[in-house]
């Protein structure tokens, strides 16, 4: 991917965080306080705003771009989360004008190492992590296992699908989540939602 396809894919995230937004609200409705779609959609309209003229930029400029714009329009827990994620992923694609997998799969790991630092949170503690991190292991398996570029994304698709499901088993104990305790089970996590519902546009993009 070039930078433009970078930032068609980004709009293309943003169409679907619109059309995900009263979902992803409902579910944080259960175990949060109901704004996780709007939170996400200002986020990605802010961004929208803001990718005409980087057509020109390298990929890293524009995932930085990404991830300040987050930081500073989103309120809630998700806004500093992915915007940190995003923001590592534009410092490892600093001045590169392609991405390859490898390189994608370098961003995914940037990306889950500071919501990791920003959110001290692990894995089981039914967040966002909970899809993304099986997500990364199953496309590095992919890959070092020879598939293509389609295969190791729909391996990551899958992945952070049954993470989702996962979440629905387990207490959450970091964020607003927590504070419900035990009523937190039998339901999905938003921000692991919202991250599969990225990741599945971005498998589209290829
Ligand atoms: P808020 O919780 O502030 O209302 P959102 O509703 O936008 O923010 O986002 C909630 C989502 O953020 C959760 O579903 C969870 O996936 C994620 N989240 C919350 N706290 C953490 C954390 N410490 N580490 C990782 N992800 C987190
Ligand atoms: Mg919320």
Redesign the pocket.
């Known amino acids: 991917m070039n930078g433009i396809e970078v930032i068609e894919v980004i709009r293309a995230i943003g169409s679907r965080i619109e059309a995900e937004k009263e979902f992803l609200t409902e579910l ?1 409705n259960v175990i ?2 109901g ?2 779609g709007i ?2 959609a200002r986020g990605f309209h802010a961004v929208e705003e803001k990718l005409n003229g980087l057509e020109d930029k390298d990929i890293g400029t524009i995932l930085k771009m990404v991830g300040m714009t987050l930081v500073s329009t ?6 500093p ?1 992915y915007g940190t994620a995003f923001m590592k992923a534009g410092m490892s694609m600093a001045g590169k004008t392609k991405l390859e997998m490898e390189g994608f799969l370098s961003c995914m790991d940037e990306a889950i190492g500071g ?1 990791q630092a920003r ?3 692990k894995q089981g ?1 039914k ?3 909970d899809a993304m991190i099986p997500a990364q292991q199953a496309m590095r398996q992919a890959l070092s296992d020879g598939k293509d570029n389609r295969a190791v994304l729909a391996a990551g698709v899958a992945a952070a699908r049954k993470g989702v499901e996962y979440t629905k088993t387990i207490i959450a104990t ?4 927590s504070y419900v305790g035990e009523r937190s089970i039998g339901h999905q ?4 939602t919202s991250f599969t519902d990225i990741l599945e546009v971005i498998a589209q993009g290829i």
């Open positions: 944080d949060g306080d704004d996780h939170n996400m989103v309120g809630g827990a998700s806004g989360l919501v959110g001290k949170a503690e967040t966002m992590l970091k964020g607003r989540a996590d938003p921000g692991a």
